[in-house]
C-alpha cells in the first residue's frame, strides 16, 4: 500500500471549478495507477477518473468528460483533477485511490481493484 492524502475539496456554485489534489505522505519506489472515485449519501462508491503510471493515458467517465482533467508529472508526484463547470451531481465525497497492478482492462472502473485510498475530500456544489 501507499499512504494518500487527498486536499482541494470545499464549497463551490455550480458552475464554478475546484483543483483536488492527491499526494503520497511519503516516498516510495513503486509506481501505481490512481484514480479518483467519489460517493454521494446513500449511494456506492463510483469512478470518476484514472491515470496511468507514466502520466500518458487518462480515462473518465462519461458524465465528467470535457469538465474534469487528471494529471500527474511522474509516478511519485502529486495527482490532480481539476474540476471545472460543476454540477449539483457532482457533489459527493472523493477519494484518491492507488493501484500497483493493472491486472485487466478497464481495471480502474471497480472501485474493489484499489488497494490503498485516501480518507477522502468533500466536495459541495450549490445552487
Known amino acids: 500500500q501507499v499512504q494518500l492524502v487527498e486536499s482541494g475539496g470545499g464549497l463551490v456554485q455550480a458552475g464554478g471549478s475546484l483543483r483536488l489534489s492527491c499526494t503520497p505522505s511519503e516516498r516510495t519506489f513503486g509506481s501505481y495507477y490512481i484514480g479518483w472515485l467519489r460517493q454521494s449519501p446513500g449511494k456506492e462508491r463510483e469512478f470518476v477518473a484514472a491515470?496511468?503510471?507514466?502520466?500518458?493515458?487518462?480515462y473518465y467517465t462519461d458524465s465528467v468528460k470535457g469538465r474534469f482533467i487528471i494529471s500527474r508529472v511522474n509516478a511519485e508526484s502529486t495527482v490532480y483533477l481539476q474540476m471545472n463547470s460543476l454540477q449539483l451531481e457532482d457533489m459527493a465525497v472523493y477519494y484518491c485511490a492507488a493501484s500497483r497492478r493493472s491486472p485487466f482492462s478497464a481495471f480502474y472502473l471497480d472501485p474493489r481493484q484499489y488497494e490503498s485510498w485516501g480518507q477522502g475530500t468533500q466536495v459541495t456544489v450549490s445552487s
Open positions: 491515470v496511468n503510471r507514466s502520466g500518458g493515458t487518462t
